[in-house]
């Protein structure tokens, strides 16, 4: 990246958000002049302000972080997005794709033909290649992937063939290493032949003949060791080493653990095949705590806020219509006791309090659990003692809640049994709410999936219908 | 950090985990032994396997990095917890305590006398203590306070002094400085007299006689360079400098876009204040997001998994307590139409699907705008666009969504215009959904507080007691 290139903090960057959409409104403006006006001059002239116009806008464009280019083509609509997009220098397509989120990805993709589609992968490195690869034409991949050298090809296939959720997709390949006989007066002389290291290089990769890994060499060593040394003596001799196989969640978890940098990723027979960056972990953590608050939100992926009315009914439905399952199975619950609550209607005002506070207390265990598993804090054989400590805190609130709701409804209709019988259905359903609140991911990450995709829809679902099922059951033994 | 401390993945840890309880098992066996068995030379006999059984798990604690003694600290009930904490050398207790967690962190300290937190505290750096010190008695902070040296004692004051969620509160003050005229290889022989450099030193710090930031030099441009070259012509001018009042999430979203591992803090007027890594930003970002999942769920904070029962139920009561007086609004809402109810039956098995569904769709809209918002992607001159947007998705949903359930529940109830009613009612609440995900997190944001703090909670409110409202209120004007 080139020094001149500045770097901002949010408010900066929303003024330049500004600028932009300033210049684009008067160009709007021109433009509309020039369909206006007739005379030939006239249109020549304001030809050449709206020329004016675009060239500072490119101007200002040309200077900013891909990042920021890309924060700029997310916060536009549609429309200037595209006109922004072509304003960007072709060369830096491929990095500012990368950057973008993918439904706005989608949006410029599309706007490409495939000449500039090949021009901008082409410009990446075969790790950043591997990320772009699957919103990418077919086509386009094909004729990318025959223009690599074969060392590149090698790579952009093997970083493909890793699991999304894997090391290997993390992995870069752009490792400095040398020999662990050599004095550091060698390595500095040797890092010297490079124009400039790769980013993030905090440490050098020291490796055998046969690129096994012996260890690392940090940079703060190398720089504050006498020269004379020799790296063997001053290396890290067991550094993190990841698997390409390890799941990405561990290798994020050790980075925040050991407080890394950069870690090495080696085959299971210790050769050296790459290596994981801080930047692509805390982008991993991102876009993983993004998917998971998406995904109690609600929402299948990460929407681009302009996206058409179709796209986001697309991005939404499925999720509605889970929830309109479950709904119908409480209704349906409501309906095999109509008879009930003809008889005393209380009962429909009262019921709904019940489900909920039991689907709030059910999602509080949810979360705790949930939590603790993904830091493998819970041992197979606490089980039974976290379902003692929820039930004594179920029975608490049951108590305590239900007790202050059985009084207001014995208040409001004037009856104690239907106060006892609200307690008592509070009661159970909290209990049922903290067993389905343990064992929903306790089950869930036994069976090998995700405790925090779609637990919280059916525990919602189970205390809706049971807390429906069980004051209308109470009510109907004891007050029809 | 010595290189004997291994580093290691999740699975490693948990095994590491198995042999410390089944150390601190044997160890259990052997203490109800010497209770039992009288003989004093049985008991000496079983003293011994005891010591033995203690020096080991010592020695393995010895071993381990700081990080991992939390994670087996967190995952060990209180008992254990405590029998380990109080085998772990008292040198090591000021780190471990910095890694686990809030509610083990107070666990622990309540189970230390003054001397020893003293002691803990006085091995951290002015940055570390600041953030322990809102969990130390008064009389611990005031000890170590007057044993500081000057210096270390003014960056105390001055870590402590930012707000929680300010750039100053991630901020350590290990910088290392040289000046511009000097070439790079005066820096190499200065760095050469450091045993060795702070942890994420990426970069040099170049600043002037006044210790103004001038710029930075990175370790990857001093190894490749000439070193007859000058600092001045080598380092980075323009790098990314924070304010100490900035906001943290600011700078965490510049780390991520710039991909950073160490930015300098400076003062109003340029002056180099200290320094934020990317290890900090990391644990920050995690934080934030973990603190954002327990507030969905309905967690005040993280909870202790083996927090005693009533530990428990004062995290979680506040939420209980705030859903409890929305559910008995939406309560009263129904209580209001008990006479429609009663003539219409069926109107207490549908109510629950208008209103639930109304919240899903509402939480959709809230989730895409609190991410769109924290983001910085909304102009206040877009808010009308997403309005318009959000009203077409509610009305493409409602007539889908509330149609198929309009038809379910005329073939259920044998009645169309009690399908009628369902589908308008579904509309409208979708509609009110909308404009309340869309509006609430813009007023929340305008008003300065965090849009993703509570809104949930306010959304499911206004569309379940709205939800109720209109429904059974069209049903009283059409039907009854």
């Given at each position: 990246m080139a020094e001149t290139i500045e770097r901002k903090e949010l408010e900066d960057l929303q003024e330049d958000l500004h600028e932009v959409q300033e210049l684009l409104r008067r160009q709007r403006i021109v433009e509309s002049l020039v369909h206006r006006t007739e005379g030939p001059r006239h249109e020549l002239e304001e030809r050449l302000v709206h020329r004016q116009h675009e060239a500072e806008l490119r101007r200002k464009l040309d200077a900013m972080h891909p990042a920021d280019v890309a924060y700029i083509l997310?916060?536009?609509?549609?429309?200037?997005?595209?006109?922004?997009?072509?304003?960007?220098?072709?060369?830096?397509?491929?990095?500012?794709?990368?950057?973008?989120?993918e439904p706005v990805r989608d949006s410029l993709i599309a706007d490409m033909d495939q000449h500039e589609l090949v021009a901008a992968a082409e410009a990446l490195d075969a790790d950043e290649l591997a990320d772009l690869a699957p919103d990418l034409p077919e086509e386009v991949l094909e004729d990318v992937f025959r223009a690599l050298p074969v060392e590149e090809r090698e790579q952009l296939r093997a970083a493909m063939s890793y699991a999304e959720d894997a090391v290997g997709a993390l992995m870069d390949f752009e490792v400095v290493s040398v020999r662990e006989d050599v004095t550091l007066e060698v390595v500095a002389r040797y890092l010297r032949r490079f124009d400039e290291l790769p980013d993030h290089t905090d440490q050098i990769f020291v490796v055998d003949r046969d690129e096994h890994l012996k260890g690392t060499l940090p940079l703060t060593k190398l720089v504050v060791n006498d020269p004379e040394r020799i790296v063997a003596t001053v290396m890290v001799e067991t550094p993190v080493a990841l698997y390409p196989d390890d799941k990405a969640q561990d290798a994020a978890?050790?980075?925040?653990?050991?407080?890394?940098?950069?870690?090495?990723?080696?085959?299971?027979?210790?050769?050296?095949?790459?290596?994981?960056?801080?930047?692509?972990?805390?982008d991993y953590v991102r876009e993983k705590t993004e998917s998971e608050l998406l995904g109690i939100g609600g929402l299948r992926e990460v929407e681009d806020i302009f996206a058409p009315v179709w796209e986001s009914v697309k991005n939404r439905w499925?999720?509605?219509?889970?929830?309109?399952?479950?709904?119908?199975?409480?209704?349906?619950?409501?309906?095999?006791?109509?008879?009930?609550?003809?008889?005393?209607?209380?009962?429909?005002?009262?019921?709904?309090?019940v489900a909920g506070i039991g689907g709030n207390s059910g999602n509080q265990t949810l979360t705790m659990i949930v939590r603790a598993l993904a830091l493998g804090q819970i041992q197979p054989d606490q089980a039974r003692?976290?379902?003692?400590k929820e039930l004594g805190v179920a029975?608490?609130?049951?108590?305590?809640?239900?007790?202050?709701?059985?009084?207001?409804?014995?208040?409001?209709?004037?009856?104690?049994?239907?106060?006892?019988?609200?307690?008592?259905?509070?009661?159970?359903?909290?209990?049922?709410?903290?067993?389905?609140?343990?064992?929903?991911?306790?089950?869930?990450s036994r069976l090998g999936r995700d405790p925090a995709v779609g637990s919280s829809v059916l525990i919602t679902a189970v205390t809706d219908s049971g807390g429906f099922f069980i004051f209308l059951g109470l009510a109907t033994l004891f007050l029809v």
């Open positions: 997310e916060s536009l609509p549609i429309e200037e997005r595209l006109v922004v997009w072509s304003l960007v220098k072709s060369d830096r397509d491929g990095e500012i794709l990368l950057e973008v989120s978890q050790a980075f925040e653990r050991y407080d890394l940098v950069s870690a090495p990723v080696v085959s299971e027979r210790g050769r050296l095949l790459g290596r994981v960056t801080v930047n692509t972990v805390l499925s999720w509605l219509a889970v929830n309109l399952v479950t709904a119908f199975v409480a209704s349906r619950v409501i309906g095999a006791f109509e008879g009930s609550i003809e008889k005393l209607v209380a009962l429909a005002a009262l019921m709904p309090i003692k976290l379902f003692a029975v608490v609130n049951g108590l305590v809640w239900g007790g202050i709701l059985g009084i207001i409804a014995w208040w409001l209709y004037d009856s104690v049994p239907l106060g006892l019988v609200m307690t008592a259905a509070m009661t159970l359903n909290l209990l049922l709410a903290a067993v389905m609140g343990v064992a929903i991911p306790v089950v869930m």
